[in-house]
C-alpha cells in the first residue's frame, strides 16, 4: 500500500512568488492534515480536512495560505505571496475516520522543503 | 493549553549503548493520546507507537521500549543496544480526543546520534 506522497520534495522561490505543495493521501483515508515545521522548532499544526470539509484550520497562520481537497482525494497547499518567514518542511498526514477515534493514527509523508529567497 | 517538551536537543551515544528520548507533556483532557515518531534522514515522519491516556503498561518492541507514566506527565523512550540505524529526529506528540479534530502537538524533537 503506497503511503502518504508530497509533491514537490523542495522548492525554492523568491518572495512575493506563489506556490503550491500538493499531498497525497493514502488511499481511503478521510482525514488530511497539514503540518509546518520552521527553523528547526516545533511541528505546528496547520489544518485538518475531513474528505473535502476543513474540520479546523486554526493553525493557518494567514490569509497568504490557502488549502484545499477537492473531491475529498488529495490536498493542495497554496502560498501566495510568500514571505521569507514561510520557509520551512510542509508536511501532510493522512488518517482513517473511524468511530473509535483511538485508532487515528496519523501517518505523514517526506515532507516538502520550501525555502523562500 | 497542551504542550510537549523534550528538553533533549541532542544527543551522542556510542554503538551499542542504552539511550533514554524523554518527553513530557501538559493536557487537561482526561482522554489523550501520545506518540512517537522516528525522522531518518531521508525526511519522512515514520510512526512508532500510540499510547492512550488509559493505558499505563510499558511497551516494547524489540530494542525499543517506552515507559508511560502518568504521575509525572512522562512518556520516555528507550533503546537498547543502539545502531547506528537508529540515528534520527525522534519527535514526541500529544493529541487530545474530545475537541473533534485530532490534530497533533509536537515537542522539538531530539536528534539522535548514534557513533560506531
Known amino acids: 500500500e503506497a503511503g502518504v506522497t508530497q509533491f514537490p520534495s523542495h522548492s525554492v522561490i523568491e518572495k512575493g512568488q506563489t506556490v503550491t505543495l500538493r499531498c497525497d493521501p493514502i488511499s481511503g483515508h478521510d482525514n488530511l492534515y497539514w503540518y509546518r515545521r520552521v527553523m528547526g522548532k516545533e511541528i505546528k499544526f496547520l489544518l485538518h480536512?475531513?474528505?473535502?470539509?476543513?474540520?479546523?484550520e486554526s493553525g493557518m497562520p494567514n490569509n497568504r495560505f490557502l488549502a484545499e481537497r477537492t473531491g475529498g482525494t488529495y490536498s493542495t497547499l497554496k502560498v501566495q505571496p510568500a514571505e521569507l518567514e514561510d520557509s520551512g518542511v510542509y508536511f501532510c498526514a493522512s488518517s482513517q475516520r473511524t468511530r473509535d477515534y483511538s485508532t487515528d493514527t496519523q501517518y505523514f509523508g517526506p515532507g516538502t522543503r520550501l525555502t523562500v529567497l | 493549553a497542551q504542550k510537549v517538551t523534550q528538553a533533549q536537543t541532542e544527543i551522542s551515544v556510542v554503538e551499542k549503548e542504552d539511550v533514554t528520548l524523554d518527553c513530557v507533556y501538559e493536557t487537561r483532557d482526561t482522554t489523550y493520546y501520545l506518540f512517537w515518531y522516528k525522522q531518518p534522514p531521508s525526511g519522512e515522519l515514520v510512526f512508532l507507537i500510540r499510547r492512550n491516556s488509559f493505558d499505563e503498561q510499558n511497551e516494547i518492541s524489540g530494542r525499543y521500549s517506552w515507559n508511560f507514566q502518568k504521575s509525572t506527565s512522562s512518556f520516555n523512550f528507550t533503546i537498547t543496544a543502539s545502531q547506528v540505524v537508529d540515528s534520527a529526529v525522534y519527535f514526541c506528540a500529544l493529541s487530545g480526543a474530545p475537541s473533534g479534530t485530532y490534530k497533533y502537538i509536537f515537542g522539538t524533537g531530539t536528534r539522535l546520534k548514534v557513533l560506531a
Open positions: 480536512f475531513v474528505k473535502e470539509s476543513k474540520q479546523d
